[in-house]
Structure formats: structure tokens, C-alpha cells
């Protein structure tokens, strides 16, 4: 019986984030045993002090809350952070890269060069000026990346917002909506299939945009509806319509885009294939046995 009068306390010191009903729940329940075993005495916990009960644990829960959105604004912090360190490794591997190879195009048309001028013949002349121009194309091609990497560095919006989904570990229909600031878009979602979900996430759509945040928050608030963890706004899951939202991100983005309808699911269905034939004998050992 004291046990039962001592819950809401219990209940109102331990209560998360996300148990607040059963909290409600054990403190009713413990109000109305209470009550039904002081009938003996004439005693009786007034619903005034239940009403106080349930207030005092949804304070306690607010502080609860508040403390889970502290700690996800800090993991969600911590990623970006090491989203950025990534992309800012990955610029200056890029620029090596680029340095690297201006170097060598430079040996190059100077090897070339000192034998263009010592070519006596037309006939020995076209396959060095050939080269040459091969090589100004690649140096071209340079100027262009490196110019790329500027903007991509001093552009903090631009980036890739994709539409991935794993049908062996969420079902049909889910799909994870996110962006990255990376150069390499695909290291990203490489990381997502790691060891924390059975199979490899499938690519629908890779969206590079000037405004990738923007982006994203449209196709978030339009699907809202669908999002599957409507707690914690960083779990990007939405149980949406692939020709939706395609339709969304082509309202939104004026360059083309590639959207792919069907998942390979190449691992999952594989898997399943493999599992096939183990399931058919399984079902024919028991007639044998019978027969």
C-alpha cells in the first residue's frame, strides 16, 4: 500500500522524455488505489493533490524534453562540424590534386615545346602541336575545377541534397531525405550504410544545388505528414511517394534531374533469394517425414 502511495513521487523523478503518458497512467492508477484502501480509514487523497501530481511530472517532463533537445542540438552540432572537416580535408586534397597535375601538364609542354623546336618536318611537327593542344585542354580543365572548389569553399550553402532508401532495412516506400556539403556526395551515403543497417542504401535522386538548405526544407516541410519520427526532427525518414517527391524537387530546382523510381535493392534482394531454397527445403522435410 505505501508503495503504491510513494509511485508518483517514482514516477514524477523518473520520468524521460518519451514516457510522459505512462507516467500520467501510474500516478492515476496509485491515486485511485490509495484512495480505494483509505476507504477502510476515511482517508482520501483529494483530486486536488492529483491534479498538483500530474503537474509537477509535466514540469519534470518540459525539463526532461528540454534536456533531449540540448543533447540532440549538440550531436546535431558535432556532425556538422565533422561534416565540414570532411569537405574542408577533402578541398585540400583536391587542391594537391590540381597542383599535382598542373605541375606535370607544365614538365609536359616544356618537354614538348623544346621538341617542337627542333622538329625539322610538318610530318614531325603535327603529333607534337596534337599534344600540345591536349594538353591546354587538360590545363582548361583544371582552371575549371579549380574554380569549382572556390565556390564550393566560399559558397556554404551549395551542396548535394539526396533521396536514398533501404528497402531491406526500412520497407518499401521509406526514404531518406538529407544534404551534403561534400565533393563527393557518395562518401556520404557510403557512410550511412555502414555497420549500423544491414544493406547498402539505394540512390534515387543526387541534387546538387546553390541553396541545398533550402532545398532540403521544402522537400521536408512537404512531407511532413509522412515523417516517421516526428520527435527528432534530425531522423530524416519519410514514408512518402517517389513520382511526389520528384514532382517537389522539379517545382523547385531548374536544372535537370535524374530520378530513380525502382530500388536496385541488389544485397536485400539477393538475400533474399539465398534464403529461397533453404526455405523450400525446410517445408518439404517435414512431408518427407510424414510419407
Known amino acids: 500500500a505505501l508503495s503504491s502511495c510513494n509511485r508518483p513521487d517514482y514516477c514524477v523523478d523518473n520520468v524521460k522524455f518519451d514516457n510522459v503518458e505512462l507516467g500520467e497512467k501510474r500516478i492515476l492508477k496509485s491515486f485511485e488505489t490509495c484512495n480505494r484502501l483509505g476507504r477502510v ?9 492529483l491534479s498538483l501530481k500530474i ?21 546535431r552540432a558535432r556532425e556538422e562540424l565533422r561534416e565540414q572537416q570532411k569537405l574542408e580535408q577533402e578541398i585540400r586534397a583536391a587542391r594537391e590534386k590540381i597542383a599535382k597535375e598542373r605541375k606535370h601538364f607544365a614538365t609536359a609542354m ?29 590545363r582548361a580543365a583544371l582552371e575549371s575545377e579549380e574554380k569549382l572548389i572556390d565556390y564550393r569553399e566560399q559558397n556554404a550553402k551549395a551542396g548535394y541534397v539526396y533521396v536514398i532508401s533501404n528497402v531491406g532495412a526500412f520497407g518499401e516506400g ?20 555502414d555497420a549500423s543497417v544491414p544493406f547498402w542504401f539505394d540512390v534515387h535522386a543526387m541534387v ?9 526544407a521544402k ?15 534530425r531522423k530524416e525518414f519519410f514514408r512518402a511517394d517517389i513520382a511526389e517527391i520528384e514532382a517537389v524537387i522539379r517545382e523547385n530546382y531548374d536544372a535537370a534531374v535524374e530520378v530513380t523510381h525502382e530500388a536496385p535493392a541488389e544485397q536485400y534482394r539477393e538475400s533474399l533469394r539465398m534464403e529461397s531454397p533453404k526455405a523450400t527445403v525446410q517445408q518439404l522435410e517435414p512431408a518427407a517425414a510424414q510419407s
Request: charged residues 40%; proline residues 3%; glycine residues 4%.
Open 174 to 193: 521509406i526514404y531518406k531525405i538529407g544534404m551534403t556539403r561534400r565533393l563527393e556526395p557518395m562518401d556520404r551515403v557510403d557512410e550511412l550504410g
Open 208 to 216: 546538387f544545388s546553390d541553396n541545398a538548405p533550402a532545398l532540403e
Open 219 to 233: 522537400l521536408h516541410e512537404r512531407f511532413a505528414a509522412g515523417r516517421l519520427n516526428k520527435v527528432n526532427g
Open 55 to 75: 503537474d509537477e511530472l509535466h514540469l519534470a517532463h518540459e525539463f526532461q524534453v528540454k534536456k533531449q533537445e540540448e543533447k540532440e542540438d549538440a550531436k
Open 110 to 138: 616544356r618537354e614538348l615545346q623544346a621538341r617542337l623546336e627542333k622538329a625539322q618536318s610538318e610530318e614531325e611537327r603535327a603529333p607534337l602541336v596534337a599534344k600540345l593542344a591536349e594538353i591546354e585542354a587538360g
Open 41 to 49: 480509514m476515511s482517508v482520501e487523497l483529494s483530486r486536488k493533490y
